[in-house]
T-cell receptor, first 114, second 112 residues
């Protein structure tokens, strides 16, 4: 099956700093990727839809200036959490849509903000 | 927008028995209903999906049913085994290519 990777797998940062998370489709081109956030023992909450070459579409309640998404190539989307605070600590997961219109999830990135 | 509700939140069954998880959705335009299994700290794994032109789909011990009129869909796992223990999520979307909205999850435990 299609492979999606994320980097880093985990990151610890100080409050007020920015953190960039990468989502890569390793063996296919993905015009669309999705970003989710999952708090402990909770569901995956869709944050935004990332489209290659255009602005991301954010879900209601998600601050686009805080969660910057860039999808500059067909194999890479990045999520930058700006001015991170402890409440941003979460598991961030991306998914990528392959040419067959199936979605494949990345392994997730655990962010801890001190 | 779409809203997906899932029940129960936790489910414990004896090994070998069946487990049933139920979901409802709000958007009648949704046509794609995947089910995911997630183990602790891991990515969600697609285990089965169903599209609105089908009422039931089966894959070995796993089956999914869909009632579009009632906007209900369910996951059935038969002959449960210890490795079935995990969190299961239902989801709904317009298609496999579109954004999908997840249910709240069911923590399934299989008792030996």
């Amino acid at each position: 099956g299609a492979v999606v990777s994320q980097h880093p797998s985990w990151v610890i940062c100080k409050s007020g700093t920015s953190v960039k998370i990468e989502c890569r489709s390793l063996d296919f081109q993905a015009t669309t990727m999705f970003w989710y956030r999952q708090f402990p023992k909770q569901s995956l909450m869709l944050m935004a839809t990332s489209n290659e070459g255009s602005k991301a579409t954010y879900e209601q309640g998600v601050e686009k200036d805080k969660f910057l998404i860039n999808h500059a190539s067909l194999t890479l989307s990045t999520l930058t959490v700006t001015s991170a605070h402890p409440e941003d600590s979460s598991f961030y997961i991306c998914s990528a849509r392959d040419p067959g219109n199936e979605q494949f999830f990345g392994p997730g990135t655990r962010l801890t903000v001190l | 927008g779409e809203n997906v509700e899932q029940h129960p939140s936790t489910l414990s069954v004896q090994e070998g028995d069946s487990a049933v998880i139920k979901c409802t959705y709000s958007d009648s335009a949704s046509n794609y209903f995947p089910w995911y299994k997630q183990e602790l700290g891991k990515r969600p794994q697609l285990i089965i999906d169903i599209r609105s032109n089908v009422g039931e789909k089966k894959d070995q011990r796993i089956a999914v049913t869909l009632n579009k009129t009632a906007k209900h869909f369910s996951l059935h796992i038969t002959e449960t085994q210890p490795e079935d223990s995990a969190v299961y999520f239902c989801a709904a979307g317009y298609s496999s290519a579109s954004k999908i909205i997840f249910g709240s999850g069911t923590r399934l435990s299989i008792r030996p």
